[in-house]
């Protein structure tokens, strides 16, 4: 069965970096892409990136464009977020997803359960 | 303020239908990009519960529905259970914003 784990969440001050993983297993990860997604305490989900299943096409919201970078390793089945000058609106739960393509863009069919990203000084 | 606009909260009580409207724009749904659907329970991760407009992953119960017409899109519950309380999110992509968009979520609520 498809697992996606991910790791590397805790807290950070303002204007400081981190980087989360999210580890892949029971799916050819290598054909995949794969997402980002976040959800701030109490509110709703908000796509972060995505990045296509070799990396060679990356896009990201708005919000984060410039600070953060989508990266994979398809020899370990990993998937990265690296997150620099991080701000306090930033403070979320961070998915990884799975993407399927379908007209034009993608749904999610599995996530993680999640790593909590806390910006506070 | 989300993209894609939900109501915050539904209720009904066992047994019942219920109905979660998602309203986008000509940018997003409207457009011809699909809705899709997530389940989220409480703290849990969003699960996938309609994918392509109207279409359930293996899995999820027939209670489950969904539909989409010009710049919206709905979820039905029908046979309303304890356990379908939970928040529920719309997804789609808008070609503004060239990424993936979600409603703000909708409470539903189990009397």
């Known amino acids: 069965q498809v697992q996606l784990v991910e790791s590397g969440g805790g807290v950070v001050q303002p204007g400081r970096s981190l980087r989360l993983s999210c580890a892949a297993s029971?799916?050819?990860?290598?054909?995949?892409?794969m997402h980002w997604v976040r959800q701030a305490p109490g509110k709703g989900l908000e796509w972060v990136a995505v990045i296509s299943n070799d990396g060679s096409n990356k896009n990201y919201a708005d919000s984060v464009k410039g600070r953060f970078t989508i990266s994979r390793d398809n020899s370990k089945n990993t998937l990265y977020l690296q997150m620099n000058s991080l701000r306090a609106e930033d403070t979320a739960i961070y998915y990884c997803a799975k993407g399927v393509y379908s007209n034009g863009w993608f749904y999610f069919d599995y996530w993680g359960q999640g790593t909590l990203v806390t910006v506070s000084s | 303020q989300s993209v894609l606009t939900q109501p915050p909260s539904v209720s009904g009580a066992p047994g019942q239908r219920v109905t979660i409207s998602c309203t986008g724009s000509s940018s997003n749904i409207g457009a011809g990009y699909d809705v899709h659907w997530y389940q989220q329970l409480p703290g849990t991760a969003p699960k996938l519960l309609i994918f392509?407009?109207?279409n359930r992953p293996s899995g999820v119960p027939d209670r489950f529905s969904g539909s989409k017409s010009g710049t919206s899109a709905s979820l039905a519950i029908t046979g309303l259970q304890d356990e379908d309380e939970a928040d529920y999110y719309c997804?789609?992509?808008?070609?503004?914003?060239?990424?993936?968009?979600f409603g703000g979520g909708t409470k539903l609520t189990v009397l």
């Open positions: 029971g799916l050819t990860f290598r054909s995949h892409g």
């Open positions: 392509g407009n109207s």
């Open positions: 997804q789609s992509y808008d070609s503004s914003l060239s990424g993936s968009v």
